[in-house]
């Protein structure tokens, strides 16, 4: 598995940081500000995340890899919708940008901890 020099290794984790803030800003009644910081936290962790390249043949990695893209994507996806809700531009009601980020949440975690040991048994790390 390709990995982040220092810098990516440091946009990564602020994007981290900055889900998780967006994620609780709504909670404490700031919905346009944590649309926003979701947005932005979203990019940064999903693009760094889409860095990371596999080129083995293991087919566990493989797959793990590919939950783990799809899991980015849509977490760029429940940015953009929680910005459309919070901004009114479309009208999906707001719940779907809580859906798409609870469904991008359980692919991102379920890949961090399986991951890991994939690579450990293919000799990948």
């Not at 979701?38 to 293991?58: C, I, K, P």
Request: aromatic letters at 8%.
């Amino acid at each position: 598995m390709k990995t982040l020099n220092t810098i990516q290794t440091l946009v990564f984790q602020t994007g981290g940081l900055l889900l998780v803030a967006g994620a609780a800003l709504p909670l404490f009644g700031m919905a346009g500000a944590g649309s926003v910081v979701l947005t932005v936290g979203a990019l940064l962790f999903g693009s760094m995340q889409l860095l990371m390249r596999y080129e083995g043949s293991d087919l566990v990695v493989r797959r793990l890899r590919r939950q783990q893209i799809i899991g980015a994507l849509l977490l760029i996806l429940s940015g953009l919708l929680a910005l459309t809700h919070t901004f009114g531009l479309l009208r999906l009601g707001s719940g779907a940008w809580k859906l798409c980020f609870a469904v991008a949440a359980l692919l991102e975690g379920y890949t961090a901890f399986r991951l890991p040991n994939a690579l450990r048994r293919a000799g990948e790390s």
